[in-house]
């Protein structure tokens, strides 16, 4: 049976970026905002979508939409199309531009404010000409831009899915919660630090995420910590001046705020119990190959966290 659809004909790409980004977001005013569109263009390019298409996309219910079954599957080929129109766009670069040609990365918020600086600050004497673009989010909200093609790689945290959903994860290095402290702190004037020596200074602690507040939360049970006076904050510059400006103590992922190991400034602390490894690495597309620029920055990365495990 033929079909009278003629969809090579009749679709474009951008009503392959809409429904993409319609998914991704799972809102059609948060999908507009992220296409620079307004919401009744993006409306009515849905519209034309689905007058193509014969079938009805995506659900709608009182907190946004959600996709259809024939709308998961021209999801998944409007995903597939869009990275390799953008593969396609950084191969011709190589003809028509003297640069290396562009990368867009995903970051975690730990590996944002911890080992990511360190690795660009490489990257421009490695590949000085390589645009890189960077997107900070939560898992959940980076995976879909991997998959639609709109970054390359994601940067951070690995957490094992509930699903198997065709990325690849790799770990590069481990983010065990540790004691970070002002480098002249009274609390390394013990040769061990045990838990009775923790109790004596407040803390301030990082909400950057829900799942590392949660961590850091059981910690502190394990570790029979309640201090009279704790801090919590999302900013890193807050926990920052708040260490260095008084005897509090700090409890967060070893290398989020790896700068300032390396400088001296700050120090770690050993816990007095054993802390979770916490894998941390790249997440990638398993069905496309890295591009050189992506190459090139995984080589940087592998090097640069090789070198902080001696921290």
């Known amino acids: 049976m ?5 969809l090579d004909q009749r679709l474009k790409v951008q009503h392959f970026r809409c429904v993409e980004a319609i998914a991704a977001r799972g809102s059609l005013l948060k999908a507009a905002a992220a296409l620079s569109l307004t919401q009744p263009a993006l409306s009515k390019s849905l519209r034309e979508v689905e ?3 014969q079938i009805r996309l995506f659900d709608r219910h009182a907190r946004g939409v959600k996709p259809t079954a024939a709308g998961e599957a021209f999801i998944d080929s409007a995903r597939r199309m869009l990275a390799e129109l953008k593969r ?13 040609g562009a990368l867009a990365l995903g970051v975690l918020p730990v590996a944002a404010s911890g080992v990511l600086p360190g690795v660009l ?3 421009r004497t490695v590949a000085p000409d390589l645009r890189i ?4 989010g939560r898992t959940e909200e980076l995976l ?8 390359d790689l994601i940067v951070g945290r690995l957490y094992e899915p509930a699903l198997p959903d065709g990325f690849e994860r790799e770990a590069l290095w481990t983010e065990p919660m540790s004691i970070l402290a002002r480098a002249d702190h009274p609390i390394f004037a013990h040769a061990t630090v045990e838990v009775e020596h923790l109790r004596g200074y407040d803390l301030v602690l990082p909400t950057v995420t829900q799942r ?42 070893r290398l989020m705020m790896v700068g300032d190991l390396l400088r ?8 007095p119990i054993p802390s979770p490894e916490r894998p941390a690495g790249l997440i990638r597309r398993a069905d496309l190959p890295l591009s050189p620029a992506a190459r090139v920055f995984v080589e940087v990365l592998r090097e640069y966290v090789g070198e902080l495990a001696q921290i």
Request: net charge negative; hydrophobic share 40%.
């Open 88 to 100: 396609l766009d950084e191969t011709l670069d190589v003809f028509t531009s003297s640069s290396r």
């Open 51 to 53: 007058d193509i298409l």
């Open 121 to 123: 600050t490489r990257m």
């Open 264 to 271: 001296g400034t700050l120090r770690l602390a050993p816990l």
């Open 144 to 151: 879909p831009l991997l998959a639609s093609g709109e970054i």
């Open 212 to 253: 590392m507040g949660q961590e850091i939360e059981r910690l502190l049970q394990r570790l029979g910590l309640a201090p009279a006076t704790s801090y919590r904050s999302s900013s890193a510059g807050f926990i920052r001046e708040m260490l260095f400006g008084g005897d509090f103590l700090s409890i967060m992922p």
């Open 2 to 6: 033929t079909s009278n659809r003629h």
């Open 133 to 136: 673009r960077v997107e900070q």
